[in-house]
């Protein structure tokens, strides 16, 4: 069992990621739909600064979250391991800082729209709307393919967990659930914006319940070989 400094730092990112994630968007306070509408850069421009620093402390969420995740797979990396585990966190990575380039855009764009749509009268905001309809559909597309990878890169590792006994079974099983979960809301059902929703707070607990796990029992490495 590998528990040191090492396992340590590992564990406290992935907790940090997971605090970082959920207060940063639970206390936001307004939610952007998947699309722009008239009535969002109003709203954040009541609490424009804690929006911004919120919105902020979400994103770099999801960094902190993948600087975790690369530091499992570099302990990882090594034969048998290497073969699932760490491919899976890599997948999972992509996903991870795919996510966040997605709510980087949205964070851009509704602080740039106030401005963009102060004092002016609604047939001007609405053409606002229509001219970034083109780049917010295809960050959407984005959004759901950071999901999937993310699913993706779960399912994997997940595996790689229960057949190395690299932690807890249960976590393992728990993992592989998440990831199908993920990928099957957004690949089978087709309006699955608000249905995902649910997702994200069960992988900012999954996330958390990694952190701590590795804080407390380090990193089965008993069959490296």
């Known amino acids: 069992m590998k528990?040191?400094?090492e396992t340590n730092i590992i564990g406290a990112l992935l907790i940090v990621g997971a605090i970082f994630l959920l207060l940063g968007w639970v206390l936001l306070p307004h939610h952007l739909g998947e699309y722009f509408v008239a009535e969002d850069f109003a709203a954040?421009?009541?609490k424009f600064w804690t929006w911004i620093w919120l919105y902020r402390m979400h994103i770099f969420g999801w960094v902190i979250m993948g600087a975790g995740l690369m530091g499992f797979a570099v302990v990882t990396?090594?034969?048998p391991f290497r073969t699932m585990v760490s491919p899976g966190a890599g997948v999972l990575i992509i996903g991870t800082f795919i996510s966040a380039l997605s709510a980087a855009f949205y964070y851009s764009y509704g602080a740039w729209g106030i401005g963009?749509?102060?004092d002016k009268s609604p047939e001007e905001v609405q053409s606002f709307l229509d001219n970034v309809?083109?780049?917010?559909?295809y960050i959407t597309c984005l959004a759901r393919f950071g999901k999937v990878f993310g699913g993706a890169g779960l399912v994997m590792l997940g595996i790689g967990l229960m057949k190395w006994k690299v932690m807890d079974s249960?976590?393992?099983i728990f993992t592989v659930l998440l990831g199908l979960t993920a990928m099957g809301?957004?690949?089978?059902?087709?309006?699955?914006f608000e249905i995902y929703k649910p997702v994200f707070y069960v992988k900012v607990l999954w996330?958390?319940?990694m952190g701590a796990l590795i804080l407390m029992k380090g990193v089965n490495l008993s069959e490296q070989s």
């Not at 309809?133 to 559909?137: A, D, E, G, N």
């Open 77 to 79: 990396f090594k034969k």
């Open 3 to 5: 528990k040191d400094l």
């Open 207 to 209: 996330l958390a319940t």
């Open 133 to 137: 309809l083109f780049i917010t559909h």
């Open 44 to 46: 954040v421009n009541e």
């Open 170 to 172: 249960w976590f393992g």
């Open 185 to 192: 809301i957004v690949m089978l059902i087709p309006v699955n």
């Open 116 to 118: 963009m749509t102060m």
